[in-house]
């Protein structure tokens, strides 16, 4: 499966913004959906996943509250809807498919990548 992630920008601290990340290829809802970030000089760390119908989601602790994962299994999208953005939220924001029903919160876990796409925070 491809993963193309948009969405991503600058914005001021307290402002939203909204990814998307479209795939193609194989049936999107037998993936369960992650997305990752990586700021510079760190690892690559766990956001938040959904599930294969998007009953169950899962969130790190730094962004319960203020984000939110959704998948629409008809347009092969998962979205990430992000409010009240902190500086410590500036990253590189990646998208990732997990072949399976089980949500994963480890890179390892998952099997396909998107590019990535920059999103950086003001104070």
């Known amino acids: 499966v491809q993963l193309v992630e948009t969405g991503g920008g600058l914005v001021q601290a307290g402002g939203s913004l909204k990814l998307s990340c479209a795939a193609s290829g194989r049936i999107f809802s037998s993936y369960s959906m992650g997305w990752f970030r990586q700021a510079p000089g760190k690892e690559r760390e766990f956001v938040t996943a959904i599930s294969l119908s998007g009953t169950n989601t899962y969130y790190a602790d730094s962004v319960k509250g203020r984000f939110t994962i959704s998948r629409d299994n008809a347009k092969n999208t998962v979205y990430l809807q992000m409010n009240s953005l902190k500086p410590g939220d500036t990253a590189v924001y990646y998208c990732?498919?997990?072949?399976?029903?089980?949500?994963?919160?480890?890179?390892?876990?998952?099997?396909?990548w998107g590019q990535g796409t920059q999103v950086t925070v003001s104070s």
């Open positions: 990732a498919a997990r072949d399976g029903q089980r949500i994963g919160v480890m890179v390892k876990d998952y099997d396909y």
